[in-house]
């Protein structure tokens, strides 16, 4: 199993961006996935998850800027950042719990950096 992170990019302050996770590989089901972020200056942190069921949390205080979606039959995960803020820059990492037809198994994808500056 791998995972694809993208969507990435340098955003100015106020704009929106939508990341993707993508799931490849010997997949049976996806269950609970989640988006981290990381600076060099901090741990990763916990922004959103969202179970099998489409139940969503949201770990960081937002204020509702962080929506995260999952198409099942694409094997793919979203998240939506909005009202971006320079704090915001981070490389943003997804975390699937997968079941691969032997267990269940967390993956991690490569991270993709988010520069939000004017």
């Known amino acids: 199993v791998q995972l694809q992170a993208s969507g990435g990019g340098l955003v100015q302050p106020g704009g929106s961006l939508t990341l993707s996770c993508t799931a490849s590989g010997n997949i049976v089901t996806i269950n609970r996935v989640a988006w981290y972020r990381q600076t060099p200056a901090s741990q990763r942190e916990l922004v959103a998850a969202i179970d099998s069921e489409g139940r969503t949390s949201t770990f960081i205080d937002g204020k509702g800027r962080f929506t995260i979606s999952r198409d099942n039959a694409k094997n793919t995960v979203y998240l939506l950042i909005s009202s971006l803020k320079p704090e915001d820059t981070a490389v943003y990492y997804c975390?699937?719990?997968?079941?691969?037809?032997?267990?269940?198994?967390?993956?991690w994808g490569q991270g993709t950096l988010v520069t939000v500056s004017s």
């Open positions: 975390n699937q719990n997968i079941n691969d037809g032997s267990g269940n198994y967390a993956y």
